[in-house]
């Protein structure tokens, strides 16, 4: 079983910047990939980035170049970097992990979700 817990979320202006970082427990960790996705009231929850075990990342298109992922295995953290940040990027933030090594963007891949963090993002 592995637990998930995010932090770092907050209310910010736009072009601002945050850092989420989400904490795992489980001795597996650093051969999880690891994925960020966010959501919005009545919308699905959406892809964000994925970052592998060896460090590959992918992001979806709408956060390419604004959001870095990155992880510290010692420390069993990955981290999303969220810069120049918009009111469209409000949503609840969430990390997720999956057992196989390969990324994925499918929500439907990943094993256990943390409980989110809120991102708001005044114009």
């Known amino acids: 079983q592995v637990q998930l817990i995010e932090s770092g979320g907050g209310l910010v202006q736009a072009g601002g910047s945050l850092r989420l970082s989400c904490a795992a427990s489980g001795r597996a960790f650093s051969t999880y990939a690891m994925g960020w996705f966010r959501q919005t009231p009545g919308k699905e929850r959406e892809f964000v980035a994925v970052?592998?075990?060896?460090?590959?990342?992918s992001y979806s298109d709408s956060v390419k170049g604004r959001f870095t992922v990155s992880r510290d295995n010692a420390k069993n953290t990955v981290y999303l970097q969220v810069n120049s940040l918009k009111p469209e990027d409000t949503a609840i933030y969430y990390c997720?992990?999956?057992?196989?090594?390969?990324?994925?963007?499918?929500?439907?891949?990943?094993?256990?979700w943390g409980q989110g963090t809120q991102v708001t993002v005044s114009s």
């Open positions: 997720a992990s999956k057992r196989q090594r390969a990324m994925s963007t499918r929500l439907g891949d990943y094993d256990y």
């Open positions: 970052i592998t075990w060896s460090g590959d990342t």
